[in-house]
């Protein structure tokens, strides 16, 4: 009776507790949500090369729209021959294939070699100013302003590379986050999305030194570019003997001596379709696998987020070298049927992808209440993907 006595007047002291649990577990579910939400939106810190370029381009469509104009006025006789550019034989305007735009020689230039800017020259043959009105119009105003490039050809191309990858390194708050040992465990979604672009770059580095840059098989390979290519392949978790932001960082400087070279007519970018053909479908492969992870069931609620970002670090890799390229091949587009539309709307669907920036990424059923955020992001890059394909067979 003493033993069933205890017992029964021990039971008081534990309702307290049992009523403060549903206290402690609303407490953790509130400090859950703003963690996630915390989490995401750092994250989710933009990065875009064309900062404010927008209002630039409205401002100067008119002046664009003018000059265009007196290009196409004929010129007196005398005038056309004065202004005549003289060619060397060992300028890299004399290996450039035929249709395509000529780079300016070396003498006219203000600086012998340019540092790396935002701020590009058009080329006039390819009437930028002109498509990026075209484009931003076919969806309503709503959808990609395309770059000013360099007039010799390359050289924004491997710019653009070479921001994307030095944002990660050193322009990300903490810079990368895959080799960090105590913060990259708490940071998963920015590590996801560096592995994204930084596979992203890797394959278009291949294609840079493997066919872009040669006239054909026989061809040699640029050093730098071999380089390059070999620093990029070291594991993005190394933490050092060398670390990751060692390899990388060596790899952008390579990259930047090989621009050197564009600028210094010592090598060349060949603007020709069959290099765009395997560009396209090297691109496409890899998407094609990032489809995959995205509609894989079930996952992880621990990985869900994972995937996604991968997906997001790949696309956005995608999204400035298509714009890149639908600019600098834009007559080896136009050469083949529907090309220029198609690019266009790979370049619509990729603006979607960037625009799709939730604060929590939940993965629910399709047919659920909540959202499923591998699906929806799925969704655009499956287009992206198809249409891809259907570029490379051209």
Known sequence: MAALGRGVASRPRGIPGMRCRPVWILAMCMFMVAFSAVHGAWALQR?????????????????AARQQTAASTPAPQGAQESAAPATGGGDATSQQPPGQPSS?????EPHATPA??????????????HG????????????????EIS??????????????????????????????????RFTDNVNNYQLGVLE?????????KDSLTRMGDADTYDPDLELAVNLLMNRATLFWFPSAETSYGEAIQHLRQFVQKLDGGKRNFYYRVDNLRLLIASYKDLLGNVNKSLIVSPVSMFKTDDYFYYAK?????????????RVGFRNQLASTMNGLELMDEILHELHRVEELDPWLILDSDLDGLMANHRANLNAPLSEVTHLLGILSTF
């Open 132 to 147: 990026e009105e075209a484009h931003g119009d076919a969806h309503g105003g709503h959808g990609p302003v395309l770059p």
């Open 313 to 325: 670090g790949v696309a956005h890799v995608y999204y400035e070298i298509l714009k890149v390229i």
């Open 116 to 129: 790396p800017s935002l701020s590009r020259p058009v080329q006039p043959t390819q009437e930028a100013p």
């Open 200 to 208: 992203a770059i890797r394959f278009t580095t291949l294609r840079l």
């Open 47 to 63: 990065h875009t090369l064309l900062p404010e370029r927008s209002g630039e381009q409205a401002a100067t469509a008119p002046d």
């Open 104 to 108: 300016v020689p070396k003498s006219a």
């Open 151 to 184: 007039p010799i050809p390359g050289v924004t191309f491997v710019e653009t590379m070479i921001e994307l990858l030095d944002y990660e390194l050193k322009g990300r708050f903490l810079g990368w986050r895959p080799n960090d040992i105590l913060l990259g």
